[in-house]
């Protein structure tokens, strides 16, 4: 599902705030959930509002375990927190800090003043930082980082085995600075490629985040490491091996290759099953059953552009990524 947003920031110089000095009512604080980065499993996010128009201002948290060792600590990025609007807290999970396994007792403490005074405790009995079982939602997106304008590219992601997960396009306009698209992924290793159709500079940034209302995530400018068109991320790199990450059948020993429009498979192990192609789109562009161990696919109709093959076998399933040219 694509979406584009256009995000209006506000300083906030008055209003109906009024700033807490003392102790407010605690119950008005609503700590929506604890968790783990998506992308960073050194960060704990903690999402809060309150129910109030009183302000906590400059407000800051801090997570223990049961025993009172610091495990995270946040640092002030807000004005205040009130008005019911849900903020999204970073905190640092400390050097040497042992977080405990999932679920673990805890207590979570709000400061004001850049930490200077303490307004709320509470104490927990099952925090659990990883998100539940299942795909969480994603978003990917794209953003110029110079002169605007408008193109069609592919993305792309696989898992550390190299198999797709999933992929879709971005049709970039010459009027927002930033596109959007979604994936739903697993706790795990990934990357996310990205292609154009067509020859671009490089003044682009690709990344990937839960919200980009709520945090950038990680991207190809804050990663060194990564290629303007590539990024390796972890995905809830920390719920990984935990039980709410679901396991994943694995089997990769088809050889494909791409000669003069024609897509070849050949399978080692027996026969090769039923074999899918889709297009960039989602378009079901082939299919076929092949009782052998090898098959060659005419392609000459289809237009040039990514499109992702699947191989389904009685006992396991695969995917891959060509691009026809």
Excluded at 150 to 166: H, K, L, R
Excluded at 208 to 230: F, V
């Amino acid at each position: 599902m694509k979406k584009l947003i256009s995000v209006l920031f506000l300083t906030v110089i008055g209003g109906a705030f009024e700033e807490v000095h003392a102790q407010v009512d605690c119950d008005s604080i609503i700590v929506e959930q604890i968790r783990y980065s998506a992308v960073n499993s050194a960060v704990i996010e903690v999402s809060a509002y309150a129910q109030s128009t009183n302000c906590v201002s400059y407000p800051s948290f801090i997570l223990f375990d049961q025993n009172g060792d610091t495990l995270a600590r946040g640092s002030v990025n807000f004005f205040c927190l009130g008005l019911d609007l849900s903020q999204t807290h970073s905190l640092v999970v400390l050097p040497g800090a042992q977080v405990p396994a999932n679920p673990f007792p805890g207590r979570l403490e709000l400061y004001s003043g850049f930490g200077d005074s303490l307004v709320c405790s509470w104490d927990l009995s099952a925090i659990d930082l990883c998100p539940p079982a299942g795909c969480q939602q994603a978003e990917i997106y794209i953003t110029n980082t110079g002169e605007l304008e408008a193109f069609e590219a592919y993305w792309w992601v696989t898992d550390e085995d190299g198999m797709q997960v999933d992929m879709g396009n971005f049709e970039v306009d010459d009027v927002m600075h930033t596109h959007f698209d979604t994936t739903c992924l697993v706790p795990g290793q990934y990357v996310l490629g990205f292609s154009p159709f067509s020859p671009i500079d490089e003044d682009y940034v690709i990344g990937i985040t839960e919200s980009y209302l709520r945090s950038i995530g990680t991207n190809t400018a804050l990663d060194s490491s990564s290629s303007p068109w590539e990024l390796d991320f972890a995905w809830y790199g920390a719920c990984e091996d935990m039980t709410n990450a679901v396991p994943e059948n694995r089997w990769d020993g088809t050889i494909i290759s791409v000669l003069d429009r024609q897509l070849n498979l050949v399978q080692p192990d027996g026969p090769l099953g039923n074999i899918q192609l889709f297009s960039a789109d989602g378009r079901l562009v082939r299919s076929l059953h092949v009782l052998s161990d090898r098959t060659t696919i005419d392609l000459y109709n289809l237009n040039p552009g990514l499109y992702s093959i699947r191989i389904i076998r009685s006992d396991d399933q695969f995917a891959r990524n060509i691009i026809l040219h």
